[in-house]
């Protein structure tokens, strides 16, 4: 797979290990953990994937801003102020809501980091896309290069850290002689599972990747994820994937950004179980759709891929409130 040019920001690769406890609890086949929580970048998780392909080519490209945005609490955001200000680059974050909320670990580390903070003013994620398109505008006026990426890191450029992500944990399987049989993970952006799933296609590995969609209805996420895996298997140089290759469930439980009674429960579990910290509004509720893929018939090997969300998974747990 050829691929936009990497600037080094985690530890790789992440351990792939066996919880065994958790799985007798959960009265499921062999299950493994990616632990991308300790990629050991900025508890980024698995978006420092994404964001060392995002700088790598904002730096070929000569730019001297990153330009993106999302949630006050979102890893994404924080990891990409890290990250671009290791790589020497200015940050511009635009973010829903205002400045009166309390202010989210996470958007402490990003305004930490140096990032400039816009708010947009409105509840809605939506307000990100129109401000960014001003900001945008703004700072090429102001004689700045930039380089925008929509919410979340939604770009074909970022999905290619996960497509070798893909490649990596199949080694690791091979490695180990595990037969994997699904790959589930939380799905957002859509990014990452698009990633994985191009990855996967290119490299010819027979998991099946499963998403659970914290953020959109499946359809919509569904269609999100295609779009991303093609653009990216493009980018590369490699085969297509077919409809049969996206798979997303419906995860969001009570909405967006809310944690669900289900995921709680599967938070605790495998905190007490397996040490595993997870966030209340991706990561939990990932895991909490396990019991459902076993319902259905998954009786292989399971990789559950933990994506992070650390700072999320603290606020939560210390009383305040986590939306993303």
């Known amino acids: 797979m050829s691929a936009p040019p990497r600037f080094a920001l985690g530890i790789v690769p992440t351990p792939l290990v066996r919880v065994e406890r958790l799985e007798r609890v959960l009265g499921c086949p062999p299950l493994h953990v990616k632990r991308d929580d ?6 980024a998780g698995s978006k420092t994937r994404l964001l060392e392909h995002l700088i790598g ?26 990250a671009a200000t290791a790589a020497g680059l200015r940050c511009v974050l635009v973010i829903y809501g205002d400045n009166t909320q309390e202010c989210h670990p996470n958007l402490a580390l990003a305004r930490a980091a140096g990032a400039r903070v816009r708010f947009t003013g409105a509840a809605a994620r939506e307000s990100v896309d129109a401000i960014l398109a001003i900001v945008e ?10 380089y925008a990426v929509p919410r979340g890191g939604a770009t074909a450029v970022a999905a290619v850290g996960a497509a070798h ?15 994997a049989e699904t790959v589930l993970l939380a ?8 990633g994985l799933v191009a990855g996967s296609v290119a490299a010819g590995c027979g998991w099946h990747v499963v998403g659970a969609s ?3 209805p499946p359809a ?12 990216c298997a493009a980018l590369m140089g ?34 007490h179980e397996a040490g595993l910290v997870l966030d209340p509004v991706f990561t939990a509720k990932a895991l909490a759709m396990l019991p459902t893929l076993i319902a259905e018939g998954a009786h292989g090997p399971i990789v559950f891929w933990h994506t992070g969300g650390i700072p999320v998974a603290l606020a939560h747990l210390v009383g305040k409130d986590s939306p993303t």
């Open 187 to 194: 799905t957002g952006s859509g990014t990452t599972q698009a």
């Open 220 to 231: 919509e996420a569904e269609a999100q994820v295609q779009r991303l895996a093609d653009e």
């Open 38 to 43: 300790l990629i050991g970048f900025a508890l």
């Open 57 to 82: 080519d904002a730096l070929e490209q000569g730019c001297t801003v990153l330009l993106t945005g999302g949630g006050a609490a979102s890893s994404y955001c924080a990891g990409a102020a890290v």
């Open 238 to 271: 490699t085969a297509a994937t077919g409809s049969d290759q996206i798979d997303v469930r419906d995860a969001r439980g009570p909405g967006y950004g809310a944690p669900s009674d289900a995921g709680e429960r599967a938070a605790m579990v495998a905190l």
């Open 137 to 146: 505008a703004e700072l090429w006026g102001a004689g700045e290069r930039v």
């Open 165 to 179: 992500a893909a490649v990596e944990l199949d080694k690791q399987l091979a490695a180990a002689r595990i037969d």
């Open 214 to 216: 914290v953020s959109r």
